[in-house]
């Protein structure tokens, strides 16, 4: 075991962590340090830790072959291991600066793909030409001049209520788009 390691692993107990969140940034230090002794014949042995540098932390994240989000649980568990060496001065620098999270972009489309299309000159014509009771009649129109004026997307606007209507500044409602 490597001592700095293990201390890391008390200081987490002691800040009262999850066992599977101890287990897990331990797993990712002792990948590190595998991955360390290997190529640069250095570790996280407190002794060595001094010696690592930015680079070498970089090649191991680039030699990772998991999924981005798994990618970014690393370097989540690594910054952490980092700093705590660098607050319990086993070391004076950061070598896990260099390392940035990669940006996950959830595809959505299929919840989106309603929303997207868009209304045919036809279909216009059709909504403004609905007849409908008297009773009715002027929210409706309502409705139809904002789909169609105000870039609204049909679920946005089906959305609205009357709070949204007492919230208006200015006579203006806006909406949060993506």
């Not at 897990?24 to 010696?51: C, F, G, H, I, M």
């Not at 009715?136 to 209507?165: I, T, W």
Request: hydrophobic share 35%.
């Amino acid at each position: 075991m490597i001592d700095t390691i293990q201390a890391y692993s008390r200081h987490m107990e002691a800040t009262g962590l999850s066992q599977n969140t101890i287990l897990s940034r331990e797993s990712a230090a002792y990948n590190l340090n595998a991955y360390l002794e290997e190529e640069y014949k250095v570790n996280l042995s407190s002794q060595k830790v001094k010696d690592i540098k930015g680079f070498m932390v970089d090649n191991w994240y680039q030699s990772l072959t998991s999924s981005p989000a798994t990618k970014n649980l690393y370097v989540a568990n690594i910054k952490g291991l980092f700093s705590y060496l660098l607050q319990a001065e086993y070391t004076d620098k950061n070598p896990s600066e260099v390392l940035k999270k990669v940006r996950i972009i959830k595809d959505d489309d299929e919840f989106d793909d309603e929303n997207r299309r868009a209304y045919t000159q036809d279909d216009v014509v059709a909504l403004i030409n609905i007849r409908v009771p008297k009773s009715v009649d002027a929210r409706d129109r309502a409705m139809v001049a904002m789909l169609l004026a105000g870039g609204f997307r049909a679920s946005e606007l089906c959305s609205l209520n009357v709070g949204d209507y007492r919230n208006m500044k200015n006579g203006r409602i806006y909406t949060k788009r993506k």
